[in-house]
Structures are given as structure tokens and as C-alpha cells.
């Protein structure tokens, strides 16, 4: 009697496991050694920000744009944004760019942080799809390599990380959060899909990597919405580019590039990694605007760029803090809405003069013209004059 009992309890206590499992959702599996089974940003950065590079690129007079980039192969191939590299105002790249490597400490001042850049060359770009291939010249040997993740394995609502420069803020910043929602085409180019993430993506971050919660790279950060068309001030709307988009412009950008996947192993581009790896060739300029652009169904094949290189620029200096440590005073605060409320009686009193033309020739409402006295008093101006 006391063994059947005991076989029951157990069943009893088994299948209300199994339930509490069922509500909980499938259990997570680990994809392979290393990997932790929770979401851990901290196991994220250690791992990944090594391979995470800053891109400099400067025109002869100093000027140019700062943005974020991955090492994708050991030999110094790095995946960034085209508008990272592209002078705008010129019509062509910027003749100058530099890639600077993680220290292994950060220390927090770019002086120490930037003290060797690494000449780079362009190798192709497509400002359409806004991809560019760089090539470190130089590099030191056994580069960490950021791994292509699975972007069609991604689901909304997973979580995501980010690793660049954001303006104003520090090098090699991690920020966090989770996959939004999904837009194909963005911007009408065909083929450009992306990810909406609310993780914090500032101008700094573009062409650094989204990483999914294996440590892999499913997206390059290229955009972000602040403005919308009326003026309203827009959050957390931030695109990446797919990383299916961008082993498919690899494959035809680079078809010697091997790079590494989101099982940590070289892969072939379009099944050529044992080719020696060409040299780029001068063309002509960036292409046209009615270039091809890579689809999902046909990637296009960007236009190769090479570029003379030039001394390596000084460091950036430090970032200057344009935000007032007590933006606001109490004194000042007070005298603000003191004189809104000046400004809303005046109106009101208006408003009634106008509506009502023989309103000050007869008594007024009981209290209503104590009220425009007091507030009259207490913002020491006058009222305006009756129209």
C-alpha cells in the first residue's frame, strides 16, 4: 500500500512538473560550448567587443564621419555602413581612413584609448544598400572575428545588444534591447531589410553590429528615426540591416571573403573560401543612381573603390558636454509659470472682451476681475489693453 502510494505521489509530482514547464515555454537549449543559458550582456561584450573596431574617415582638411565597424574575417576585412566612408558634400569617399582596435582596457580617455590606427582601403561599397568592405593594412595576426548569426532564427521581442561610438557618449558602448518588429525595403531600396530594435542606437553606432543573445551578429546598425516630418520628437526606432542582406552582398561583393558564422567556423562566400583572396582593382567612380541593388532574389554586385591613403590623423578630441549639470533653477522655474499664467489671463480677458463688446461697460462676473487683478499683481506686469 505505502509503494503504491509512493509511485502515485510521484506521478502526481512529475506530470505538475511537466505543466509548470508547459507554462513556462520551451526550455532553452545551449547552441553550443560557452554559451550561457540566460541572456547575459556582460558574456556578450567579453566575448564580442574584441572584433568590434572605430572607423575614422577624414577628408585633407580634418573633417569627416565617425562610425563603428566589425572584423569579419582574421586578415582585417571589416563590415561597416557605405555612409560611414562616403563624403557627401564631395560626391566620393573620404580619402583617408583609419581603424582603431579595442584596447584591452578601456581607460575612458580617447588619447589612451586611440593611439594606433590602422590605415584601411576600401574594397567595395553600395550606397544604396549602405554596405562597405574595408581592408586593414597591416593588421596585427589573429584578429577576433564577429560571427554571423541566423537572422531568420530571430523572433520579435528577442533580446539584442549593441556595441559602437555613440556621439557624445563613450567608445566601445553596449547598450540593450529587444527585436521591435521587422520592415522589408526600407527606404524603397529593394532587398534592404532590416530590424527594428529599441536598443539605443545614436549616430556613432552606425555600421557596428546587433547581436543576438548567442553572442552572433544578425544586424548592422544603420539608421535611426529622432524627427518625425511635424516635428514630433520620435524614440527607440532604430533599424539594423539583416544579416542574411549582408553574407548575400558579401557573396557578391567579396566572393573570397571567408567569414565566420554563427557556429564559430569559417564559411565560404558563394563557396570560394579556398581562392586567394583578390586584389581590388581602381574603377570608376560610386555608382550611379540608377545602379542595381542587391534583392533578396538577385544581389547586386557593388562597384569596387580603391583609394591612396594618407598619415594617420591625430586622435578625436574629448567630447564636449553641451548639457547643463541643473538645466533648471527653482527662482527660474517659478517666474516661468508666473508669466504663463500672466500670459493665459491676458488672454482670457481678451477673449471675453471679444466675445462680449459690452463687457466693460457692465459689472463683471462676480471674483472674475479680482482674479485677472491678483494675477496681475503677482506677475508685476500689466494687463494688456481692451481691443
Not at 569617399?93 to 580617455?109: C, D, R
Not at 533580446?159 to 540593450?176: D, K, Q, S, Y
Not at 581602381?282 to 594618407?310: G, K
Amino acid at each position: 500500500m505505502r509503494k503504491a502510494t509512493t509511485k502515485l505521489l510521484l506521478a502526481v509530482l512529475a506530470l505538475s512538473a511537466l505543466g509548470f514547464q508547459a507554462l513556462a515555454g520551451p526550455v532553452y537549449q545551449k547552441p553550443g560550448p560557452g554559451v550561457p543559458s540566460r541572456w547575459s550582456p556582460r558574456w556578450i561584450y567579453k566575448k564580442d567587443a574584441p572584433a568590434v573596431v572605430l572607423i575614422m574617415a577624414l577628408d585633407a582638411s580634418g573633417s569627416g564621419e565617425l562610425g563603428t565597424g566589425s572584423i569579419v574575417n582574421a586578415d582585417g576585412s571589416v563590415i561597416t555602413n557605405a555612409h560611414v566612408i562616403f563624403n557627401k558634400d564631395a560626391g566620393m569617399p573620404f580619402p583617408t581612413i583609419n581603424v582603431y582596435l579595442k584596447p584591452a582596457k578601456l581607460t575612458g580617455n580617447r588619447n589612451k584609448d586611440l593611439r594606433h590606427p590602422y590605415p584601411a582601403s576600401i574594397v567595395q561599397y553600395n550606397r544604396e544598400i549602405d554596405l562597405a568592405l574595408l581592408q586593414m593594412q597591416n593588421p596585427p595576426p589573429d584578429l577576433p572575428v564577429m560571427p554571423f548569426g541566423d537572422s531568420s532564427r530571430i523572433s520579435l521581442g528577442d533580446h539584442v545588444a549593441a556595441i559602437g561610438h555613440p556621439e557624445e557618449g563613450g567608445l566601445w558602448t553596449l547598450t540593450t534591447g529587444v527585436v521591435s518588429t521587422v520592415l522589408a525595403n526600407l527606404d524603397g531600396v529593394p532587398g534592404k531589410n532590416v530590424f527594428q530594435t529599441d536598443a539605443s542606437i545614436n549616430r556613432g553606432n552606425s555600421g557596428g553590429p546587433l547581436i543576438d543573445r548567442d553572442g552572433a551578429m544578425i544586424g548592422i546598425n544603420t539608421a535611426m528615426a529622432r524627427k518625425a516630418p511635424d516635428g514630433l520628437a520620435i524614440t527607440s526606432v532604430n533599424f539594423s540591416i539583416k544579416s542574411s542582406v549582408v553574407k548575400r552582398w558579401l557573396a557578391s561583393a567579396a566572393p573570397a571573403l571567408a567569414y565566420v558564422d554563427d557556429s564559430g567556423s569559417p564559411t565560404a562566400a558563394a563557396g570560394a573560401a579556398d581562392q586567394t583572396r583578390p586584389s581590388p582593382a581602381p574603377s570608376a567612380p560610386d555608382e550611379s543612381p540608377a545602379a542595381t541593388v542587391a534583392s533578396d532574389a538577385q544581389p547586386a554586385a557593388p562597384r569596387i573603390q580603391t583609394h591612396p591613403l594618407m598619415p594617420a590623423p591625430q586622435p578625436a578630441p574629448a567630447p564636449r558636454i553641451i548639457t547643463p549639470r541643473r538645466p533648471y533653477r527653482i527662482q527660474n522655474l517659478i517666474k516661468f509659470e508666473i508669466a504663463r499664467m500672466n500670459r493665459m489671463g491676458n488672454q482670457m480677458r481678451s477673449e471675453i472682451r471679444r466675445r462680449l463688446p459690452q463687457a466693460h461697460q457692465a459689472a463683471p462676473p462676480s471674483g472674475m476681475e479680482s482674479s485677472f487683478q491678483e494675477m496681475d499683481q503677482m506677475s508685476g506686469q500689466q494687463p494688456i489693453p481692451g481691443q
